[in-house]
């Protein structure tokens, strides 16, 4: 099983974003995929999941900027972010679980299958 993220890079304060995890190996379309993130120093933090029924689930400081979604053709799940503020900078990694439960969906060692992270900068 591979998740590969990317779609990092710096952008400035009210700028935009657009994450992508690729994946290989797994059944795609019963997995629940989600995003966590973990600036220098903090604890890893949920930020997104989607779970094959595509039903979705945010953090609430990201709720109404940030939008998960999935290809199931493409085994892929995006992140795309808006407004983004320097609160957000942080290496952002993409997990993915067949038997997650919707009342762990937001633990990150409930999860699997991790990516590599990517690397998202925002300037103030």
């Known amino acids: 099983v591979q998740l590969q993220a990317s779609g990092g890079g710096l952008v400035q304060a009210g700028g935009s974003l657009r994450l992508s995890c690729a994946t290989s190996?797994?059944?795609?379309?019963?997995?629940?995929m989600a995003w966590f993130r973990q600036a220098p120093g903090k604890e890893r933090e949920f930020v997104a999941a989607i779970r094959w029924t595509s039903s979705t689930h945010y953090l609430d400081s990201v709720k109404g900027r940030f939008t998960i979604s999935r290809d199931n053709a493409k085994n892929t799940v995006y992140l795309q972010m808006n407004n983004l503020k320097p609160e957000d900078t942080a290496v952002y990694h993409c997990?993915?679980?067949?038997?997650?439960?919707?009342?762990?969906?937001?633990?990150?060692?409930?999860?699997?299958?991790w990516g590599q992270g990517t690397l998202v900068t925002v300037s103030s």
């Open positions: 997990a993915g679980d067949r038997e997650v439960i919707l009342s762990s969906i937001r633990v990150p060692n409930q999860y699997d299958y």
């Open positions: 190996g797994l059944t795609f379309n019963r997995y629940t």
